[in-house]
């Protein structure tokens, strides 16, 4: 595993250009042809992107988050709120616990309070066209934060950790994972996916695919429920209740008598364990399961062996880049994007800058984590540091 971990580090950001051919270079949507340039608005050179002219320090930054439906969320808040005060601007961060109805409103509010510049992080990217319109009318620079927004040409870039790659370091945990268990293989599993109005959860879907369906067809992997479809497989709204509730139906038909569950793909910590909740319920042992977010309870449960393993995407880093790209548009200055090519969202192709994320398992979750994050701390404790 730390041989996978290093290999998939060190191809770093650069290799999203290579990883999008696997995703048939779309992995946000269709429209625009794959490759095509952004809209000549977005002022983008090579892999540098200018937008606009500049803002005055003291500025108003519009930070639109979705519900708090994750610690990483949570997070996010307030670090934008302390970063972008110590950067000398005026924060106005929200969540939209409302969902998307709610968002619409708060980013019209943003604009009419005058904001500068906005952060989104979407509810649903595909809902937010008429306001995101009228940001560029009003000449405000508009950054997807995590989640691509869709069908729209009023979105400037795109900020993220590789999601796809997220998807192909779970798909290789999984069956790392399996590989290291008492039973040979063919091995049981089941597929959970995210939220069908996240736009991240298609690429996650898609990476942790382009690994195991190769072993579904070979027949190394059984998927028992024949769910194998990111429509079959999704969880509304990111919600624990709604995964375990779908486990809860696929262990009652499927998983009967001596038939084992021997593998769990999860597209995030919190459904992880909604899924684990699942399992103990109906009399099963611990299956090797995947996970993301570096939660600080699927922290502990990598360290206990239980959740087989996460991925550290640190919050403040991608929070800290956010800041200081904002910092440079305020001056009029570029940033610079690694990925020009991969992510369209049915209108343009979104210039993006991408982080990149590590797989942690019970080998490095003691070593990995900053120690001032909620992450590190809980590996602290664990591992008695």
Do not use: H
């Not at 002022?43 to 519900?67: E, M, R």
């Not at 900020?159 to 796809?164: R, S």
């Not at 769910?227 to 990111?238: F, G, L, M, S, Y």
């Not at 769990?264 to 995947?290: F, Q, Y």
């Amino acid at each position: 595993m730390k041989r996978i971990a290093t290999a998939m580090i060190v191809l770093g950001a650069s290799a999203a250009l290579a990883l999008s051919g696997c995703a048939g270079g779309e992995r946000g949507g269709t429209g625009a042809p794959a490759g095509s340039q952004p809209a000549a608005s977005g002022g983008l050179n090579g892999n540098q992107l200018t937008l606009g002219s500049g803002f005055a320090a003291g500025s108003k930054i519009g930070v639109s988050l979705p519900q708090k439906t994750s610690e990483n969320w949570v997070l996010a808040e307030g670090l934008f709120t302390d970063q972008l005060k110590a950067a000398g601007f005026d924060p106005v961060v929200q969540f939209a616990n409302g969902g998307a109805p709610e968002q619409q409103n708060q980013i019209s509010a943003m604009i009419e309070q005058g904001v500068k510049l906005l952060v989104v992080g979407a509810v649903d990217g595909s809902q937010l066209g008429s306001q995101l319109a009228a940001a560029k009318q009003a000449g405000i620079p508009v950054i997807a934060y995590d989640r691509l927004l869709m069908n729209t040409d009023a979105v400037d870039m795109y900020m993220a950790y590789d999601n796809f790659k997220v998807g192909v370091l779970q798909g290789t945990a999984l069956l790392e994972g399996l590989g290291k268990t008492a039973k040979k293989s063919p091995w049981n599993i089941e597929l959970i996916s995210g939220s069908p109005n996240d736009a991240n959860s298609k690429p996650f879907f898609e990476g942790a695919m382009s690994v195991l369906q190769p072993k579904i067809d070979d027949g190394t992997l059984k998927v028992v429920s024949g769910q194998v479809t990111q429509q079959q497989t999704a969880t509304a709204d990111w919600k624990a209740e709604n995964a375990q509730k779908r486990m809860d139906a696929i262990l009652s038909a499927n998983y009967q008598g001596d038939t084992s569950l021997d593998g769990i793909l999860s597209p995030n910590d919190t459904l992880a364990r909604a899924a684990l909740t699942s399992v103990k319920s109906a009399g099963k042992p611990n299956p090797v399961i995947t996970g993301q977010d570096s939660e600080v309870e699927s922290v502990k449960l990598v360290f206990q062996g239980v959740q087989y393993s996460t991925i550290d995407k640190d919050t403040k880093t991608f929070v800290t880049k956010v800041v200081e790209y904002i910092g440079k548009i305020a001056q009029g200055q570029p940033v610079e994007v690694n990925d020009v090519k991969s992510y369209n969202n049915g209108v343009k192709v979104v210039p993006a800058y991408l982080l990149t994320p590590v797989i942690v398992t019970k080998d490095n979750v003691c070593t990995q984590y900053a120690p001032d994050t909620a992450a590190g701390k809980a590996a602290a404790t664990v591992c008695g540091k």
